[in-house]
């Protein structure tokens, strides 16, 4: 499966983006897909995964409250949407498609190329 991450850009502190992540390939439906991101100097993180159902999602801490993932399997996309940004939210966002307990160490199989996130304070 190969996926395309987009949706990125510069917003001020307290704005939205919503980030998508579509997939080609017949069996996306049958992947988790995760959400990380990368700030400059920091880890890889996992921020949101959702299951291949749609039935199931995970959060980090920090996004809870914020940040819905979802996905439309019909459209092979999977979707992002932030809510009240915060600058600590900038970083370089990347999707991931696998098993979600692949995602806890970042060893999913498939990546996305990354897409900018900057928020402004």
């Known amino acids: 499966v190969q996926l395309q991450a987009s949706g990125g850009g510069l917003v001020q502190a307290g704005g939205s983006l919503r980030l998508s992540c579509a997939a080609s390939g017949r069996t996306f439906s049958s992947y988790d897909i995760g959400w990380f991101r990368q700030a400059p100097g920091k880890e890889r993180e996992l921020v949101a995964f959702?299951?291949?159902?749609?039935?199931?999602?995970y959060y980090v801490d920090s996004v809870k409250g914020r940040f819905t993932i979802s996905r439309d399997n019909a459209k092979n996309t999977v979707y992002l949407q932030m809510n009240s940004l915060k600058p600590e939210d900038t970083a370089v966002y990347y999707c991931?498609?696998?098993?979600?307990?692949?995602?806890?160490?970042?060893?999913?199989?498939?990546w996305g190329q990354g897409t900018q996130v900057t928020v402004s304070s």
């Open positions: 991931a498609a696998g098993r979600y307990y692949s995602f806890y160490s970042s060893t999913a199989g498939y």
């Open positions: 959702i299951r291949w159902s749609g039935g199931s999602t």
